[in-house]
């Protein structure tokens, strides 16, 4: 393979809704670039993009592909990204390192929720568009929708540099409005001819170049002075114009393609060319990369995919990892066009590669040429939207399905597991139901491992909501030493401003505070802890077992079990022996007497609430907003956004288990949502009264 500067690279994502052709359009690219001389095909399962052999049963992207072309001089690397929700981490990891992205609207479907998200997650990294429409051949295709749903999604930002002639199944050319040229295509092969605009479509290619060149001239002062003067912008000039604009996101050029036929790839590639970013990177100075995402690959093992950041990057090339220090050596490094790897000597900046068998390659992993201190800023995946609990259905595989999930989650960084000591379980998270089903399928066939998903227990927490007070005394007394300790206190909700004036024993009394302990509890809330006892009735020394045993009670609450938090406790007085008095007969006193007084102080449960926000057709609205409410929602602000409705809703977690599969079934697969923790709020007494009930049942079952 040639070798190719930065400026002559250029590094693209494929983005786009499920189904708008990304895997096709990459093959085509490809078959263009010279990189294959025959094109596969999803239905034939023998494409070079979706390779693995998930991909091929579920005829669906899942990973993150890397590609190449090369044309005209170029190196275009390409990342076929999937357009599921659930798989949305490949999309993430292709945003740290492309320039510009290539975002595919189904002509058939015109914009969908799918290509609302890939257009506002571009937006928020800043990475300008190009809009390939595709499937102009298909049965469903409307060009007047297409416009339509463009407008309405895109505003004045979309552009058009193409518009198709013959849409539908006979569709078999554009005319280009940039290079006013009619391109028509003999056959589905890319064989193309370049010919005048035919007279009935000579007053529309006036239009739509008036349009191009209007908006070209937008973004620079000397372009609109001549568009004013003149009216008109040479070719270069409209390019130009155009790259600004691009740049910016400010401009979104609109091109015509059908990946199955092979008509307007080529154009397509001409203009990423032409028009895309070079890589920003260093050229020169020490050498370095960044890895964005490693897998494990039959024949090779272990192989981690990088981009150069600055420099040129070598075979046999020594590097280092600056967070740990670790050397690593670059044995040989590839160029990749999926599962072809094809040896190169030298990669340089912007450049995309892999190596094999690195000890420190796993994704988000930068290695700098060792004492530089070159460090990149790691990709920041969204936050699941789908947990369950998992375990092994033989209680003996348990240590190989947590390295099996180890494995997996180093590999997909989206796969997120733990261990809650607090739930006692193992808990599994992901994007969505098929994101965590793929995930079984690995282990099942992948691990040979059997093992069992079911609903998570929640986190829920348990507090109080009102003043009490209890009293303890432990003592043990059994041959030798013995073990005494005896603790009054009063609990109360950790609110307001500090209150130190209580009825204690039907008597007004006001607490003086000697010492004070506040912690803010690793689960939430807090802890407020205050001395008040006075005429040594209890040695200072033994307030630090007494806060122990406290502590200890909040890790297990007494209602079910949870922990709980924000409460104060004012320990006002006590006993103790001056020989039979230790340290753990005060954590033992301390811990009841909490418990009593806990169980007498209004006690509550409390359980985590989330923020979600749900993008759906407007058809859909209201079988959602019900299915909301069914899940004991709260819905707040509603609204429209390019005729989608917007709906955000406060839902509890326990009626969240496989939303995202309902939300799915309830809209046809095209609605979308987020889900963010916002906070705890009391149950409901039904709630309440129920949660109790089952924690009783399963303490008698335990016994």
């Not at 005829?59 to 072309?69: F, G, K, N, W």
């Not at 006013?180 to 001819?193: L, V």
């Not at 008597?507 to 407020?528: A, M």
Request: glycine letters at 8%; proline letters at 4%; charged letters at 25%.
């Amino acid at each position: 393979m040639k070798d190719y500067s930065t400026k002559d690279i250029r590094n693209v994502a494929l983005l786009g809704a499920t189904k708008s052709g990304k895997t096709t359009l990459a093959e085509a690219m490809l078959f263009e670039g010279k990189v294959i001389d025959r094109r596969g095909t999803i239905e034939d399962k023998n494409t070079i993009s979706d390779n693995d052999e998930l991909e091929k049963l579920n005829q669906r992207s899942i990973y993150a592909t890397p590609l190449y072309a090369e044309f005209m001089n170029a190196k275009i690397n390409i990342i076929d990204t999937p357009g599921s929700d659930d798989f949305i981490g490949g999309a993430y990891s292709a945003f740290k390192v492309c320039e510009s992205g290539v975002l595919l609207i189904n002509a058939q479907q015109g914009v969908e929720v799918g290509t609302e998200n890939f257009l506002r997650l571009a937006d928020s990294k800043k990475l300008p568009l190009v809009i390939a429409i595709n499937q102009l051949d298909g049965e469903k295709a409307d060009w007047d929708n297409i416009q339509n749903s463009i407008k309405e999604s895109f505003g004045s930002k979309g552009v058009y540099v193409q518009f198709p002639v013959n849409v539908g199944p006979n569709f078999d050319g554009f005319v280009d409005v940039l290079k006013m040229k009619y391109y028509h295509f003999k056959d589905a092969n890319g064989t193309r001819e370049d010919l005048e605009i035919p007279a009935n479509l000579a007053d529309m290619a006036e239009e739509y170049r008036g349009a191009l060149i209007e908006k070209a001239a937008e973004f620079d002062d000397t372009l609109m002075e001549k568009f004013f003067e003149e009216g008109v912008l040479t070719e270069d000039e409209i390019r130009k114009g155009l790259n600004l604009g691009i740049a910016a996101g400010e401009a979104y050029p609109i091109f015509c393609v059908s990946a199955k036929k092979d008509i307007g790839v080529k154009r397509l590639l001409e203009f990423t060319k032409n028009v895309a970013p070079a890589p920003d990177v260093k050229e020169g100075g020490a050498p370095s990369l960044f890895i964005y995402k490693n897998d494990v690959e039959q024949h090779l093992g272990e192989v981690s995919y990088f981009k150069v950041m600055s420099g040129s990057i070598t075979a046999g090339l020594d590097l280092e990892d600056p967070a740990t220090g670790n050397k690593e050596r670059l044995s040989a490094i590839y160029a990749v066009a999926g599962v072809k790897k094809e040896p190169v000597n030298t990669l340089h900046a912007g450049d995309f590669g892999c190596a094999v068998k690195l000890k420190n390659g796993r994704s988000n992993t930068t290695l700098s040429l060792p004492g530089s201190n070159i460090n990149y800023d790691k990709i920041q995946y969204p936050a699941p939207k789908y947990r369950c609990a998992i375990k092994a259905k033989v209680q003996q595989d348990e240590q190989k399905l947590g390295d099996a999930l180890k494995r997996i989650a180093s590999t997909d960084p989206t796969v997120i597991v733990e261990y809650s000591k607090e739930l006692r379980q193992t808990i599994l998270s992901g994007n969505g139901e098929q994101h965590i089903n793929i995930v079984k399928w690995m282990l099942n066939n992948e691990y040979k491992l059997d093992v069992e998903l079911f609903a998570p227990k929640v986190p829920y927490r348990e507090t109080i909501t009102k003043v009490a007070c209890a009293q303890y005394r432990h003592k043990k007394q059994s041959g030798g030493a013995g073990q005494f300790g005896e603790v009054h206190l009063l609990v109360c909700p950790a609110e307001g401003e500090l209150n130190t004036k209580f009825m204690i024993n039907g008597k007004e009394t006001q607490l003086n505070i000697k010492t004070q302990d506040i912690t803010d509890l690793e689960w939430g809330g807090k802890l407020e802890f205050y001395n008040c006892v006075v005429g040594g009735a209890i040695d200072l020394s033994f307030m630090p077992a007494i806060l122990k045993g406290i502590k200890e009670r909040m890790v297990e609450g007494p209602l079910t079990g949870s922990y709980a938090r924000d409460i104060r406790v004012f320990v006002y007085d006590g006993k103790m022996h001056p020989v039979d008095s230790k340290e753990i007969a005060f954590i033992i006193a301390g811990r009841n007497a909490f418990r009593e007084a806990f169980r007498n102080a209004g006690p509550k449960i409390l359980e985590p609430i989330y923020n979600v926000e749900v993008m759906t057709p407007a058809d859909y609205q209201g079988s959602v907003m019900s299915d909301l409410q069914n899940r004991r929602g709260v819905l707040g602000e509603m609204g429209a956004d390019k005729g989608f409705a917007i709906l955000k809703a406060r839902v509890p977690l326990a009626e969240l288990y496989r939303y995202s599969t309902s939300l799915s079934s309830l809209t046809a697969g095209s609605a979308t949502f987020t889900m963010e923790f916002a906070d705890y709020q009391p149950v409901p007494g039904d709630v309440q009264t129920k949660l109790l009930a089952e924690y009783a049942a399963a303490e008698k079952d335990e016994d």
